[in-house]
């Protein structure tokens, strides 16, 4: 059957984007440690299915920047066991169904030993495919489909549900900013869509069973994935007083808030997760809130003094001439989760050989051999089992002072779920109510 259905993929003509990057020479395997059989693979495959185009292309773009250079990084340094990494790119457009499409054509390359995407609702159609086609899928935004049927050869490596670290944003100001009488009244501020009905639920429902004592959610208000006028919704925080605001969007949410907080002449402190945390989200909000927050599981482009970051910022500037990327967090993300993968790919060609990177070996090297692994402080430790295909439950909290500069506040948090088993399909289908 499966023959049978790449055979009638291959005559179909798809429109769309192909962007095929090799990403360095096969440099020589490391002299120390045990030699690997020789390979008998020119290269590895590997696919990055995202958005380099439409509302989410500001998230999309950075990340994959932020994959490609990883794989450059491995590749300058032998390679996985001296077999060099080439990075596919396809352009989703926002629309899950070209996502599929896109899976449908790619699977059949030879060598293929990731598949990487960026839209949430994609995963849930192609994860059965990956089953049936027995190749490891991976996601570079918030984790999908990670219970069954969907997680035999679903992996994430970059971090817990975006509503949960919104509770933990929201609990760490509470306990360490939050100067006023009584409990704060929190405006909820959301993308509308798969992610942004995952994140509502999970703080709507919360609220409402456990997290009443320490704040009260006096308005919930939904944004369009492309901003382009959010009056009535930062009205409606004003007029419910709230003291602060809870935004889940992508960064022209950001943006869009800082323009408005300012014409209303509303000041209330900021927790984001956004896209863009650096220079183009600080403007927008400097000196229109009192105070903004986010908390993010990889750490900031800007903290050159952990080594392997100045390193990216070197070959930044070597392969482009500028050590400089507008989106210190989308792009971060990107080598956070592509080095995590390739350190897998490294123990599995150690423990299997070269010429075995299968689904099945690959899967075993995430579920027994990654046990906090510490990611050469890139991110927060990485830790996978069969039962928990995603790596990361830790964020650090940081913001920006006016001038711009970074300023990291805890280190890593334990993020803790509201509940087991809460990110189900079902979760992306209905908007939640107070």
Not at 115 to 121: D, G, H, K, M, V
Not at 198 to 205: D, Y
Request: one cysteine or more.
């Amino acid at each position: 059957m499966k023959s049978s259905r790449l055979s009638r993929l291959s005559s179909v003509v798809v429109v769309l984007m192909l962007i095929s990057v090799v990403v360095g020479a096969c440099a020589r395997p490391p002299e120390a440690g045990p030699s690997p059989a020789k390979s008998e693979i020119s290269e590895f495959i590997v696919a990055s299915i995202t958005d380099l185009s439409g509302p989410a292309a500001d998230v999309g773009k950075p990340t994959g920047d932020g994959m490609l250079d990883a794989c450059v990084y491995t590749n300058e340094r032998g390679g996985i066991a001296g077999v060099p990494l080439r990075v596919v790119m396809m352009d989703t457009r926002y629309d899950p169904a070209v996502a599929v499409s896109w899976y449908k054509k790619i699977i059949s390359e030879k060598n293929l030993i990731l598949i990487q995407f960026l839209q949430t609702a994609a995963i849930p159609l192609v994860a059965p495919l990956s089953v049936e086609d027995k190749k490891i899928i991976a996601q570079s935004a918030e984790p999908t489909g990670t219970f069954p049927p969907y997680n035999k050869y679903y992996f994430n490596a970059i971090e817990p549900l975006f509503g949960d670290q919104l509770r933990l944003q929201l609990r760490w100001w509470t306990d360490n900013v939050w100067k006023g009488p009584g409990k704060p009244k929190v405006a909820l501020l959301v993308m509308d869509g798969a992610v942004g009905l995952s994140c509502g639920n999970i703080i709507v429902k919360a609220w409402q069973e456990v997290d009443k004592e320490w704040y009260d959610l006096v308005t919930l208000q939904w944004l369009s994935p492309a901003v382009v006028d959010i009056s009535t919704q930062v009205l409606a925080a004003k007029q419910a007083k709230a003291d602060v605001i809870l935004l889940m969007h992508i960064s022209q949410g950001g943006i869009a808030l800082g323009k408005e907080l300012e014409t209303q002449n509303y000041h209330p402190a900021v927790l984001a997760y956004v896209s863009v945390m650096g220079t183009p989200l600080t403007k927008a909000l400097k000196d229109k809130c009192v105070g903004w927050y986010t908390c993010v599981s990889n750490r900031m482009y800007e903290e050159v003094d952990v080594p392997i970051i100045k390193e990216f910022h070197d070959l930044r500037a070597k392969r482009y001439g500028s050590d400089y990327h507008k989106d210190p967090i989308g792009y971060m993300r990107g080598v956070y989760f592509q080095m995590t993968y390739n350190e897998v790919f490294q123990r599995c060609a150690a423990k299997f050989g070269v010429n075995n990177l299968t689904a099945d070996n690959i899967k075993y090297i995430f579920e027994n051999d990654m046990k906090s692994y510490d990611t050469k402080n890139i991110g927060a430790p990485v830790s996978y089992s069969a039962e928990n295909h995603v790596g990361i439950m830790a964020s650090k909290m940081y913001t920006y002072n006016t001038d711009l500069t970074l300023v990291g506040l805890t280190d890593w948090i334990e993020v803790l779920p509201w509940v087991t088993g809460q990110n189900t399909v079902e979760f992306h289908k209905s908007k939640p109510t107070l």
